[in-house]
């Protein structure tokens, strides 16, 4: 494979576990919550450090809201603090916010402080953090092909990579899933066609530098082959 194809430029994070951390300590959940938030600074940083430069956070899907309010406000807040703290960082990196997912249902201050920082990070192009929130890949599907219906040609493979949050982005080179969890939960199935799969045991409040860092080294001993055959 050519060198373009073996560089990782865009990891996913599924950063689950948060509640079983909480469990183990016997803590409320929301505490679980908390630390997730925290440990995410530190693992942007590992990465962006190491090459990569779009980062993709699962921070709530389509099928959270299942879970109970308290829980879903507290995950809200906590995102809403992470981008008031990160915010800085996002001007010194030249790293543009993307939110991938429907914010209509989030509280108002949330969905302003996302739309106001898509706005003024649009013109970065070094880094890309893009936020999962309120994130389902088969409603992104769907709502792409909704777009596209009255297209009239011909529908290509383009047309739907156009038409999801993720438009502009690279495919999704490696996902990373903490906590033992073993399956994708609706997390950019298109973007992830030919993504390499990392699993850890680690909850993600636990995940670090030190373990994004092994993630990473993990993916430059895979060999990729993209259905040809190696040193083809
Ligand atoms: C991941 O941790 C965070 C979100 C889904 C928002 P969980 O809350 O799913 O933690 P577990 O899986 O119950 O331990
Ligand atoms: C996936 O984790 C969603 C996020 C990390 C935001 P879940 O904990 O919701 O996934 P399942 O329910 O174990 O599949
Ligand atoms: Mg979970």
Redesign the pocket.
């Known amino acids: 494979m050519a060198d373009k194809e073996r560089k990782l430029k865009h990891v996913g994070f599924i950063?689950?576990?948060?509640?079983?951390?909480a469990k183990a300590r016997q803590k409320p959940?929301t505490f679980?919550?908390k630390k997730?938030a925290d440990a995410i600074i530190d693992v942007l940083e590992e990465c962006f450090n190491n090459g990569v430069t779009v980062v993709s956070l699962y921070?709530?899907?389509t099928e959270?809201w299942s879970r109970p309010k308290e829980e879903i406000d507290a995950?809200f807040d906590l995102l809403d603090n992470f981008l008031k703290k990160y915010s800085k960082k996002l001007y010194e990196k030249k790293a543009r916010l993307v939110i991938s997912g429907d914010l209509s249902p989030v509280s108002k201050g949330l969905r302003e402080r996302c739309e106001k920082l898509v706005a003024d990070t649009a013109c970065f192009n070094e880094y890309v953090l893009n936020i999962a929130l309120n994130y389902g890949s088969r409603n992104e599907l769907v709502r792409a092909f909704n777009l596209l219906k009255g297209k009239g040609e011909e529908i290509t493979e383009e047309d739907i990579s156009k038409a999801l949050y993720t438009a502009d982005l690279p495919d999704i080179d490696l996902v990373v899933r903490t906590?033992g969890e073993m399956r994708l939960s609706n997390f950019f199935l298109w973007q992830c066609a030919y993504a390499e799969f990392y699993f850890t045991d680690v909850?993600?409040p636990d995940f670090n530098k030190e373990e994004t860092k092994k993630a990473i080294e993990w993916f430059y001993g895979r060999k990729r082959r993209f259905g040809g055959i190696e040193n083809a």
Do not use: C, P
């Open positions: 950063m689950d576990g948060n509640g079983r951390w959940r679980g919550h997730g921070a709530f899907s959270n995950i906590s909850l993600w």
